[in-house]
């Protein structure tokens, strides 16, 4: 079998079928799986966050609670995007926070969903860069379907660094989009960095921070 041949058969290795009848050609399921893997890499970051499984470590060790508003996401995403929910998960250490999220990015985007999983500052960072253009990144975080914020808090953030989180999250409140939220900060420390109106939107969107121990 050579490199380019399609893993189910379908196809002749170039990711389309063509029908006869219609004279048509359609994406193979070959096709289909490497444009999924494709969107992956885009959401996500490149290594451990794209391995994430709901049945290896570290989410299987999260509290059983935890598990199961995830297990709740995972039963019911369409919903869950539909209604623009959201999950604020607060803690010191490394309990699985990051990857509860990864995993719900990973989820929708297989499930043919638009999301993107960004570090807090690595986003403000390329932001800053994005083409010149800030609007045009924050344009995107602001439509696709799921954003996950991870390591939310900022020493000392400017007044643009806040203002563009404002907009984001202001504008996703707004549109219904759903938002994943973590950090290790308490919201009273959120809001002493951010200032309210920014922690005001993330809790209308997510509810209050639930504690991940
Ligand atoms: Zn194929």
Not at 135 to 153: K, M, N, P, T
Request: charge should be neutral.
């Amino acid at each position: 079998m050579t490199e380019s041949a399609c893993p189910h058969g379908q196809c002749d290795g170039s990711g389309f079928v063509y029908n006869e009848q219609t004279y048509s050609a359609a994406a193979c399921k070959c096709e289909i799986e490497r444009r999924t893997r494709r969107r992956l890499c885009q959401a996500l970051p490149p290594g451990r966050y794209r391995e994430v499984a709901r049945d290896r470590n570290p989410l299987v060790q999260l509290s059983p609670a935890i598990l199961g508003l995830l297990d709740a996401w995972l039963g019911d995403l369409p919903g869950h995007l539909a209604r623009g929910a959201g999950l604020w998960l607060e803690g010191r250490g490394r309990h699985g926070k990051r990857s509860a999220a990864a995993l719900l990015v990973k989820e929708a985007v297989q499930s043919g969903r638009s999301a993107e999983f960004w570090d807090a500052r690595s986003m403000i960072a390329r932001a800053k860069n994005f083409e010149q253009d800030p609007q045009l990144l924050l344009d995107r975080l602001i439509a696709v379907d799921l954003l996950a914020l991870v390591d939310l808090g900022f020493d000392n953030p400017t007044g643009w660094v806040r203002e563009q989180l404002h907009i984001l999250m202001d504008q996703r409140y707004v549109k219904l989009r759903s938002v994943i939220v973590t950090t290790e900060h308490s919201a009273a420390e959120l809001e002493a960095q951010l200032g309210p109106a920014i922690v005001d939107r993330i809790g209308r969107i997510c509810g209050d921070p639930l504690l991940v121990a």
